[in-house]
């Protein structure tokens, strides 16, 4: 049986490993931290373990609910869609709970005529085939040639990108509408399409689940630091070169598969294939931080349970951990401001300190008492992709192929949801096993 390397843990590794073994191979899944799970980690607060990453699972979400389910009986719960910002000096609330009309109406006046034409088509392509809510579908390839030689910015009014685009492309790529192209925002639309649960358990559970079960097919090897990446002596396969507790080793694969952030794979492969790592430097990643504290009492109502802010505040979004923790907030800081504001490093108590500040006309935070909190700053954090991704990716394809052995995936391949990246990983293993280029 052949051995394959997976270097990443986050949830890409995860995807791979788990598509790989279905297919009949045995994994060594490398990961530098002690633990797996990557930005979709969790740490526990007031004996209760939250995630940090993407925790939300689309109704949508086929290849990641057969994941879940294969792992074992895990419940979820309705997360709901209910958001509010400032617009004109007044409190605009949407919410997909009972006010369909509302909402539509909203999008009409927010998007303008304009607007509307332009994204009706893009959100009816989706709404049709939920598979072009990717990164390079057949679709909005053809959106990325005609347009992407301009932002999102310059596509919309000032009014739309300000309180129609912006709030989806910084809350989902850390990026402001200029910093974000077209022919990308059909995977930001498939998430605003969608509804959503999330598991009772949090990630964390099921993540603990997956490493217990884990059998002779899959060799977690936390603690371990790949350092290189280089061509076995015969030609045929891959020296992978690694660090753990101060102590270096090197193992050789015929077969590697990374799944990293294409600013860590740069890194990785420059002194191999310094040509590929020059395209991947072209795709873009923002910081982001993300704070969750509780407090005495509730903090949001039932049917206000979040905001997003404008570009002038480092904080771009605050909102409810789930539909039934309104004493349990989640504040999000990325966008231009958050990182001119704030740094690795910045303090986490004067941080959310500011975000307490930002939400408190709104929500009940001025005399509640804050119980308990949790802070990172992570970078590289939200990925915005590349203009003209597809021909990208096209590109690093070309680069790779003179690499025997070495194949990737990662959230620059298909999206940096949690399904995008299961679609990703399943059509790497796809490509490793046939051949043909996805």
Same mark, same amino acid.
Request: hydrophobic content about 40%; charged content about 25%; glycine content about 8%.
């Given at each position: ?7 990443? $843990?986050?949830?890409?590794g ?20 002690? !633990?797996?799970?990557?930005?979709? $980690? ?7 373990? @939250? ?14 609910r =057969? ?17 509010s910002? !400032?617009?004109?000096? /007044? ?26 034409? @332009? ?31 301009? =932002? ?10 300000? *309180? ?22 059909? &995977?930001?639309?498939? @998430? ?11 990630? *964390? ?6 490493v ?16 290189s990446? &280089? ?13 753990c507790?101060?102590?270096? $080793?090197?193992v050789?694969? /015929?077969? !590697? ?10 890194? @990785? ?31 949001? =109502? /039932?049917? *206000? ?51 307490e500040? /930002?939400v ?8 509640n ?32 192929? &003179? ?36």
């Amino acid at each position: 049986m052949m051995k394959i390397c997976v270097i990443g $843990g986050g949830i890409s590794g995860i995807a791979t490993a788990y598509y790989l073994n279905k297919a009949g191979f045995s994994v060594d899944l490398y990961e530098e931290a002690p !633990v797996i799970g990557g930005r979709i $980690g969790s740490e526990c607060l007031e004996g209760r373990w @939250l995630d940090f990453g993407g925790k939300n699972i689309g109704r949508k979400y086929r290849r990641f609910r =057969s994941f879940v389910k294969e792992c074992g009986d895990f419940p979820f719960e309705y997360f709901g869609f209910n958001t509010s910002q !400032v617009i004109d000096g /007044k409190v605009v609330r949407l919410a997909r709970e009972n006010r369909k009309l509302s909402d539509f109406l909203g999008f009409l006046k927010l998007a303008g005529l304009g607007g509307a034409s @332009l994204l009706y088509p893009w959100v009816r392509a989706v709404m049709k085939d939920n598979a072009q809510g990717m990164l390079r579908t057949s679709f909005f390839n053809d959106v990325a040639e005609r347009l992407d030689d301009a =932002s999102l910015a310059d596509c919309f009014s000032p009014r739309c990108a300000n *309180h129609l685009i912006r709030p989806v492309t910084v809350r989902m790529n850390g990026a402001e509408p200029d910093e974000c192209y077209p022919g990308n925002f059909g &995977s930001n639309l498939a @998430l605003v399409l969608d509804s959503y649960e999330q598991l009772k358990g949090g990630m *964390h559970q099921l993540i603990e689940t997956f490493v217990a079960a884990s059998s002779a097919m899959l060799a977690i090897r936390t603690g371990h630091r790949v350092t290189s990446l &280089s061509r076995c002596d015969s030609g045929q396969g891959v020296d992978v070169a690694y660090t753990c507790k101060g102590l270096g $080793g090197t193992v050789s694969y /015929k077969r !590697v598969i990374t799944a990293l952030p294409a600013t860590q794979l740069s890194a @990785l492969i420059r002194s191999s294939l310094p040509d590929a790592a020059e395209i991947l430097d072209r795709v873009r990643y923002y910081p982001v931080s993300v704070a969750l504290a509780s407090y005495r009492d509730d903090v949001f =109502s /039932k049917d *206000h349970r979040a905001m997003v802010f404008d570009r002038t505040s480092s904080l771009s979004n605050a909102g409810a951990y789930g539909i039934h923790d309104l004493d349990l907030v989640r504040y999000t800081f990325s966008g231009k401001a958050a990182r001119t504001q704030i740094s690795p490093e910045s303090k986490a108590e004067d941080v959310i300190l500011e975000a307490e500040k /930002k939400v408190s006309p709104f929500f009940s935070v001025e005399e509640n008492t804050r119980t308990a909190m949790l802070y990172k700053y992570i970078s590289p954090g939200l990925c915005a992709y590349s203009p003209f991704h597809q021909r990208l990716f096209s590109e690093l394809q070309d680069k790779l192929a &003179s690499f025997s052995g070495l194949y990737v995936t990662g959230d620059f391949r298909r999206g940096a949801s949690i399904e995008a990246c299961f679609a990703a990983a399943e059509e790497t293993v796809q490509y490793f096993m046939t051949g043909e280029v996805f």
